[in-house]
């Protein structure tokens, strides 16, 4: 498979819309959609419940760290074994839920409502994308897709080298809050962004065609890139916060 053929999105490997169409044997929007909203409900109400042990006192660190590694595990199974998508892409939202609630719980309890934000922010990058996307103010080129994969797997890169190293006690500046990790945080977000056009770039071209199964992998697709959308505001605002 060229390489320049996959989206920087691993989930990811005609017309954006459904019309009429036979939705027992392929892939399709609505599918998507449906499975999208279903798995985004798991990881609300287990970020809650979260969010709400902490506010009762309890240590969510292991939760928080607990669900992170999880979802890595599981993302990993996912890219192995792909038909069991609709088995454990409700796992990965599960997991994503507790990494997410105590990520949003400690934000919140040193700036409030600065989650909120967050969420919005989300949101509306989320239609933004979308609507110039649809208009083809964007149109997703093969030198843009390779642009957009180049950088994003060069941050994850990043993120990972840094992770290992805050085990031996070495800070690495993307953590700080100077304004090379503000850049850095910037950056990240604007790519993560911008996978968004990928992601539903693959759905447009492969919808129809692909086996039904694979709706659950292309959900998988865009909880990924929301869930680092989200992660890459809310650091961000909290590290503005923290500098201004």
Same mark, same amino acid.
């Given at each position: 498979?060229?390489?320049?053929?996959?989206?920087?999105?691993?989930? +990811?490997?005609?017309?954006? +819309?459904?019309?009429?169409?036979?939705?027992?044997?392929?892939?399709?929007?609505?599918?998507?959609?449906?499975k999208?909203?279903?798995?985004?409900?798991?990881?609300?109400?287990?970020?809650?419940?979260?969010?709400?042990?902490?506010?009762?006192?309890?240590?969510?660190?292991?939760?928080?760290?607990?669900?992170?590694?999880?979802?890595? $595990?599981?993302?990993?199974?996912i890219?192995?074994?792909?038909?069991?998508?609709?088995?454990? $892409?409700p796992?990965?939202?599960?997991?994503?839920?507790?990494?997410?609630?105590?990520?949003?719980?400690?934000?919140?309890?040193?700036?409030?409502?600065?989650?909120?934000?967050?969420?919005?922010?989300?949101?509306?990058?989320?239609?933004?994308?979308?609507?110039?996307y649809?208009?083809?103010?964007?149109?997703?080129?093969?030198?843009?897709?390779?642009?957009?994969?180049?950088?994003?797997?060069?941050?994850?890169?990043?993120?990972?080298?840094?992770?290992?190293?805050?085990?031996?006690?070495?800070?690495?500046?993307?953590?700080?809050?100077?304004?090379?990790?503000?850049?850095?945080?910037?950056?990240?977000?604007?790519?993560?962004?911008?996978?968004?056009?990928?992601? +539903?770039?693959?759905?447009?071209?492969?919808?129809?065609?692909?086996?039904?199964?694979?709706?659950?992998?292309?959900?998988?697709?865009?909880l990924?890139?929301?869930?680092?959308?989200?992660?890459?505001?809310?650091?961000?605002?909290?590290?503005?916060?923290?500098? +201004?």
């Open positions: 498979m060229n390489f320049l053929n996959k989206t920087s999105n691993p989930a +990811f490997t005609k017309h954006f +819309f459904d019309s009429n169409y036979d939705t027992s044997k392929n892939m399709t929007v609505s599918g998507i959609f449906k999208s909203m279903f798995s985004i409900f798991i990881i609300i109400c287990i970020s809650i419940g979260v969010w709400k042990l902490y506010n009762d006192g309890v240590d969510i660190k292991w939760f928080s760290m607990g669900g992170m590694l999880a979802s890595i $595990v599981i993302s990993i199974v890219s192995i074994r792909k038909h069991w998508a609709h088995i454990l $892409v796992f990965y939202a599960l997991a994503k839920g507790f990494f997410l609630g105590g990520m949003s719980a400690y934000a919140h309890a040193r700036f409030p409502n600065l989650p909120y934000q967050a969420i919005g922010i989300t949101m509306v990058t989320f239609l933004v994308m979308l609507i110039l649809q208009t083809k103010l964007i149109v997703v080129t093969k030198k843009l897709r390779s642009v957009i994969i180049t950088v994003a797997a060069s941050i994850f890169v990043i993120y990972i080298i840094s992770w290992i190293l805050a085990f031996f006690g070495i800070n690495v500046f993307i953590w700080g809050t100077s304004w090379f990790a503000i850049i850095f945080n910037v950056l990240a977000v604007v790519f993560a962004a911008l996978s968004l056009l990928l992601d +539903f770039d693959y759905i447009e071209r492969h919808k129809h065609t692909s086996e039904k199964y694979k709706e659950w992998l292309a959900t998988w697709g865009l990924v890139t929301l869930v680092w959308l989200y992660a890459e505001v809310l650091r961000l605002l909290r590290k503005l916060a923290v500098r +201004f």
